[in-house]
């Protein structure tokens, strides 16, 4: 049974900086590409970033481009999104999902398997 289990999520101030990591299990890693999604109180969920399996394509939700920086490591079944200079409205709950290897995709329908999440506070 394929399962994500996120961590590193927490409580920052603006313009700090936090690393999530994202551990799979149950499924062959790099036979998916892997994305982050966050969903803010009261708002839909939505793209952050996305990977391809093999890592070699990126892409990034423009809130967020020259911000976070999205990587995997295949050998680990892991998936991390680096996100400095943390803003309020960065604050949500951040998942992430597993999808088809490639191309890149950034829409919530096109992930089969997802995180519990982590929760993100941003204080300004």
């Known amino acids: 049974q394929a399962q994500l289990v996120e961590s590193g999520g927490g409580l920052v101030q603006a313009g700090g900086s936090l690393r999530l990591s994202c551990v799979a299990s149950?499924?062959?890693?790099?036979?998916?590409?892997m994305g982050w999604f966050r969903q803010a109180p009261g708002k839909e969920r939505e793209f952050v970033s996305a990977i391809t399996g093999g890592g070699g394509s990126t892409s990034y939700a423009d809130s967020v481009k020259g911000r976070f920086t999205i990587s995997r490591d295949n050998a680990k079944d892991t998936v991390y999104l680096q996100m400095n200079s943390l803003k309020p409205e960065d604050t949500a709950v951040y998942s992430c999902a597993g999808g088809p290897p490639n191309p890149i995709r950034t829409a919530v329908a096109e992930y089969k398997y997802w995180g519990q999440g982590t929760q993100v506070t941003v204080s300004s």
């Open positions: 149950g499924l062959r890693f790099g036979w998916y590409g």
